[in-house]
């Protein structure tokens, strides 16, 4: 689908992270061997930062500003596309179809997510994508 570019956020609609925003990191109009179906492989988190306030000082805050990360193939079916796009850089060489083939790569992975995620929201970029979706 043109749409489901590379940087472009979108919902997940299905599963356990339902409800989560991702940023689509490589997407598959026609699939592969092993997911036979249209897919992307995304970047989202699981857990956001929680919110600060200006009285509380500086470890509180870099505890609250922490992001869980996941990354996932999923199929086109159980992601919605919003308006929004996310220019992250280092993901897309961090993260392919091989990293899933081995759990210390995909932890890799996680790290390198996180920390270009925290990055991100410290600089005080795409404040919309780092809050959860109130429904």
Do not use: C
Request: hydrophobic share 35%.
């Amino acid at each position: 689908m043109k749409f489901m570019k590379t940087g472009r956020v979108a919902i997940i609609t299905r599963g356990r992270q339902a409800g989560k925003k991702v940023v689509i990191i490589q997407p598959q109009d026609a699939g592969s061997k092993s997911h036979p179906f249209p897919h992307a492989l995304v970047a989202g988190i699981e857990r956001y930062p929680a919110k600060i306030t200006k009285r509380m000082g500086k470890t509180r805050v870099s505890k609250r500003s922490k992001v869980k990360p996941f990354i996932k193939i999923v199929n086109y079916n159980h992601l919605m596309p919003t308006r929004y796009t996310l220019e992250l850089e280092g993901l897309k060489a961090a993260i392919s179809h091989d990293t899933f083939k081995e759990v210390s790569q995909r932890e890799d992975a996680k790290k390198n997510v996180k920390k270009a995620l925290e990055e991100r929201y410290t600089s005080g970029k795409n404040r919309w994508f780092f809050t959860a979706l109130r429904f």
